[in-house]
């Protein structure tokens, strides 16, 4: 029955092996585990370099991606078109395209009309199948082997092997794929691929290579192109054919075999025997199993195949004794002289399998107590992100979960809060606003913006919040008096942090503080840290007007007041916090609002880049 399909790439023709030991491949579409598979295998059959020239990651702009190859990491280089690759690596003749079933196509033809490309798997299932025509199409003209779609690839025993074929390490070692034996096989199924590998190995000496053609309707390659081939390369000594039921590409092989143009022995079984058995059509795992009559029922392809020569067995039970019986024949006559067995070397366990597995102890790189996103949701502070909404938390209450591993009350969530609120932002002209404005003008980025403001902050621009409550906790708990804490400050030459203000004074109070202290009083259930600030103020304005109890520092005696009055932290807890610097932490996050805000504001008004008049400036010698 003659095939209305035109042959293969190569269909007839006198082609033979497709792969070495030194074949190279361009990896389009970076997926980190089949290139990995690949390297490992590579490292099984004892190859020297890696099979993986280059990785084509569109729209990349270079660089590298690390694997590893046996004991050693390497890095295979990256582009970002396959005609750079092509060029970069000409060496390189089989193209491995992990594309979407939606890229496919495009990526496909354009590694097709490379000059150096000459074999192209296609993984991805569901290409359109006027797509995949082209494809053949341009393929026959061009002598360029086409396997896939809708594949897992193909293995050269001990020398090569495309993405996930054969599976895991482990079952490339059972079946002895990291050396060649003496078996063709070609299967329209990569699972069932992998299965008779296995079969193959325990029946015979192993496969010397391995095609999965690939299940869609329209594979680029077909049964009887690779058994062709195996005809052709005088290692392969026998044939195992997988087909399976629907379309009628199983009858080309009939069709080579009643020509004569195979003589090697074929063992062939077509699965899907049981689509008899229900009453409507059947349509199986693959895009092409189906039947489509009795033609293309496997019963009519067994036969079929029986009578044109092939060795076909009663049931897929029976695959294996027949490929072991005429395995057994073949070695009795002298045909095959078994493969050696040989010890593969070890392939080192990942870090994370060995984990999972007890093998190894890893230490951890860093070490998180505030938060967790390994569960459902992510939590704070053990707490999840379902409760947090379901309790109207806010803003404070993320901070003393994250910061303080607390959950405060109310009432001192609702400080922190008044404290962001407050310090949000003073204005365009101090120099983190200033900074930030500058920078803003100059065309930079949101985030330049806010670094360039957040840098200027330190021991005279809103940083005083720690030292304000180191220094005022270190007086208070020693009892020492305002006036002998002032005076001692002022002979080591050092200002009182927390107190003066440019432009706040006796008379003219910074409103932020009096509304903190007027909070303090009502909520606290102690002030003593802030009258303990007061009483300094009271002596320092004996010195000047403007040395008043400036935000910093009011808010450095009042978070004194509220952790140690709160009852939630030991003494120690309360020093820890002010000699680590979570207050001034609170001034940064509360003034990143007022810094965003002011890029924004600038680009808004697409203010020009900033310059400083020469009359604003001192010029001197």
Same mark, same amino acid.
């Given at each position: ?23 190279? /491949?361009?990896?389009?579409? !970076?997926?980190?585990?089949? $290139? ?29 991606? #690390? ?65 995949? @025509? ?26 090569? #092997? ?106 062939? !079984? ?24 009795? %033609?293309?029922? /496997? ?55 060995? #984990? ?46 994250? !910061? ?35 920078? %803003? ?31 005022? @906790? ?17 002979? @080591? ?19 932020? $503080? ?51 009055? $709160? ?46 008049? !020469? ?7």
């Amino acid at each position: 029955m003659a095939n209305p399909r035109s042959p293969g790439a190569f269909g007839l023709s006198h082609a033979g092996q497709l792969f070495t030991k030194e074949t190279q /491949a361009i990896f389009y579409n !970076w997926k980190q585990l089949p $290139v990995q598979r690949m390297l490992d295998f590579d490292f099984l059959c004892g190859r020297k370099v890696p099979s993986v020239a280059v990785i084509v990651q569109p729209g990349s702009q270079g660089g590298f991606q #690390k694997v590893f190859f046996g004991r050693e990491e390497v890095a295979i280089p990256q582009v970002g078109s396959i005609e750079e690759a092509a060029a970069a690596f000409p060496k390189a003749d089989v193209f491995v395209n992990f594309a979407s079933f939606r890229s496919a196509f495009e990526s496909s033809l354009e590694a097709l009309k490379q000059p150096t490309i000459r074999v192209c798997a296609i993984i991805a299932e569901g290409v359109p199948e006027r797509d995949t @025509k082209q494809l053949i199409a341009y393929a026959q003209q061009h002598h360029k082997i086409i396997i896939g779609p809708a594949t897992v690839g193909g293995v050269q025993a001990g020398a090569f #092997k495309i993405g996930d074929a054969a599976g895991t390490l482990d079952n490339i070692v059972a079946c002895k794929l990291y050396r060649p034996g003496s078996v063709g096989f070609v299967s329209k199924s990569g699972g069932m691929s992998n299965e008779m590998y296995n079969v193959v190995a325990r029946a015979a000496d192993g496969i010397y290579e391995g095609i999965a053609i690939g299940g869609d309707a329209f594979p680029g390659s077909t049964l009887s192109d690779h058994c062709l081939r195996y005809q052709n390369i005088p290692q392969v000594k026998m044939i195992v054919v997988l087909g399976e039921i629907g379309g009628r590409d199983e009858y080309s092989l009939v069709d080579a075999l009643k020509a004569g143009r195979i003589t090697k022995p074929v063992v062939a !079984w077509v699965s899907g025997t049981c689509a008899k058995l229900f009453k409507s059509e059947v349509q199986f795992g693959h895009a092409g199993a189906k039947s489509g009559g009795d %033609a293309e029922s /496997a019963q009519a392809k067994n036969s079929a195949l029986a009578a044109a020569g092939a060795i076909v067995p009663g049931s897929f039970e029976e695959l294996e004794g027949t490929i072991c019986k005429v395995y057994g024949e073949l070695v009795g006559r002298g045909v095959i002289v078994p493969a050696k067995d040989v010890s593969p070397p070890e392939v080192p366990m990942d870090l994370g399998a060995a #984990k999972k597995l007890g093998k190894v102890r890893a230490p951890t790189h860093i070490i998180c107590t505030i938060s967790d996103d390994r569960g459902e949701e992510p939590t704070y502070g053990g707490v999840t992100m379902s409760e947090l909404m379901e309790q109207d938390a806010n803003v404070g209450e993320a901070i003393g979960l994250l !910061w303080f591993k607390r959950r405060l009350p109310r009432y001192a969530t609702k400080f922190i809060e008044m404290c962001v609120v407050l310090c949000a932002d003073h204005g365009p002209c101090v120099s983190g606003a200033h900074n930030t404005i500058v920078t %803003a003008r100059a065309g930079k980025d949101l985030i330049s913006c806010l670094v360039s403001g957040l840098l200027t902050i330190g021991p005279r621009f809103g940083g005083a919040i720690d030292d304000a409550a180191r220094y005022f @906790k270190q007086a208070c708990d020693a009892g020492q008096e305002a006036d002998d804490f002032v005076e001692a400050m002022k002979r @080591k030459g050092i200002r009182v942090p927390g107190i003066g203000h440019r432009i706040k004074s006796k008379d003219n109070r910074d409103k932020r $503080v009096e509304l903190l202290q007027r909070y303090a009083r009502k909520h606290f259930p102690s002030t003593r840290y802030l009258d303990y600030a007061i009483t300094v103020e009271n002596y320092t304005l004996q010195k000047a007007a403007n040395l008043v109890l400036n935000v910093d520092g009011c808010i450095g005696a009042l978070f004194l007041d509220l952790l140690s009055s $709160v009852g939630m932290f030991t003494p120690a807890e309360v020093q820890e916090v002010v000699d680590i610097g979570y207050l001034n932490g609170l001034f940064v996050l509360a003034r990143s609002i007022g810094l965003i805000g002011h890029a924004l504001d600038q680009k808004r008004l697409q203010q020009p880049l900033f310059r400083y008049p !020469w009359d604003e400036v001192l010029y001197t010698k």
